[in-house]
Nanobody, 120 residues
């Protein structure tokens, strides 16, 4: 089985910073695209940032210049550095990855989500 486990969420004041981490583990053959989504209260899930295995990193317009996605392929881990946080960044943040597994034909995996609250 493959699992994605996120960490790093919490409560932060406006203008502050947080770094989220997501590590894939299990019977992994190869991790392709990795990315972050978020779901604000009462709204639909939206893409925040995506880092393809061999392509251009993309960001939502609302986070460009403030958030940075990075990955450590040796650790099957993706990070989201979030700076200059705003109250509208409050959401549950989910990690997503395209993973080729030894034990399943499934390719699309999601983490359990980590809560980020930006409030004074």
């Amino acid at each position: 089985q493959v699992q994605l486990v996120e960490s790093g969420g919490g409560l932060v004041q406006p203008g502050g910073s947080l770094t989220l981490s997501c590590t894939a583990s299990g019977s992994i053959f190869h991790v392709y695209d990795m990315g972050w989504y978020r779901q604000p209260p009462g709204k639909q899930r939206e893409s925040v940032a995506r880092m393809p295995w061999g392509g251009e990193t993309t960001y939502a317009d609302s986070v460009k210049g403030r958030f940075t996605i990075s990955r450590d392929n040796g650790k099957n881990t993706v990070y989201l550095q979030m700076n200059s946080l705003k109250p509208e960044d409050t959401a549950v943040y989910y990690c997503n990855a395209d993973i080729d597994s030894y034990s399943s034909h499934q390719r699309d995996y999601w983490g359990q989500g980590t809560q980020v609250i930006v409030s004074s």
